[in-house]
């Protein structure tokens, strides 16, 4: 069935490092790839989606590449800001009858001090 | 623009209570979904409605119900609170469609002693 696997956390840095968080996902076809947020004491947001092999989604200063070829889709942001603190959730729709839902990553909780 | 719009946000129950979490969108979506949230499990999905007038089970059903009213709204029933569902619940919509995202409303905590 179709999975997707993040980078387990706690992930702490400094504010202006660089940030990856890496997903690699199992799926039949081309699923479509998400990266969502969760800031704490809310709701899961979209952060940015990419829905072919090569697409680059970008949002906020992030930036995620979708790569057939390696099946992954990592998460990078090249300064971040204490306001980036949140858990971070990769996620893909697949492709057929299986696309009303979609498939979550564990999440990976990004602390960022100043 | 609400968007996803899940009440309460805070409940504390009883062992062997009952009650209905709702969940109402305003997007016009045909899909509606049902998440629970536990530390170090991620999202789990227990009941999803492709469309109005379908329900169907997702990873963790036992224990809970479901209802699509109509379009906009779909809710949650604990028939028998245990501390085991002592979660975050949170209600998500989505449009048909492989590169669709889902809309998630800002989560309902409940707490089952």
């Known amino acids: 069935g179709d999975s997707v696997t993040q980078m387990e956390g706690p992930v702490t840095l400094s504010e202006e490092a660089f940030l990856t968080i890496n997903c690699t996902y199992t799926?039949?076809?081309?699923?479509?790839l998400f990266w969502y947020v969760q800031y704490p004491g809310e709701g899961l947001q979209l952060l940015l989606k990419a829905t072919k092999a090569d697409d680059k989604g970008s949002n906020k200063g992030f930036e995620a590449t979708y790569r057939k070829e390696t099946t992954s889709f990592h998460l990078e942001k090249g300064s971040v800001q204490v306001s980036d603190s949140a858990v971070y959730f990769c996620?893909?729709?697949?492709?057929?009858?299986?696309?009303?839902?979609?498939?979550f990553g564990k999440g990976t909780l990004l602390t960022v001090n100043p | 623009n609400a968007g996803v719009t899940q009440t309460p946000k805070f409940q504390v129950l009883k062992t062997g209570q009952s009650m209905t979490l709702q969940c109402a969108q305003d997007?016009?979506?045909?899909?509606m979904y049902w998440y629970r949230q536990d530390p170090g499990m991620g999202l789990r999905l227990i009941y999803y409605s492709a469309s109005e007038g379908t329900t169907d089970k997702g990873e963790v059903p036992n224990g809970y119900n479901v209802s699509r009213l109509n379009k906009r709204e779909f809710s949650l029933r604990l028939e028998s609170a245990a501390p085991s569902q002592t979660s975050v619940y949170f209600c998500a919509s989505r449009e048909i469609g492989q590169a669709q995202p889902q809309h998630f409303g800002d989560g309902t905590r409940l707490s089952i002693l």
């Open positions: 996620a893909l729709s697949a492709p057929g009858g299986s696309n009303y839902k979609l498939t």
């Open positions: 799926a039949t076809g081309y699923p479509s």
């Open positions: 997007m016009n979506h045909n899909s």
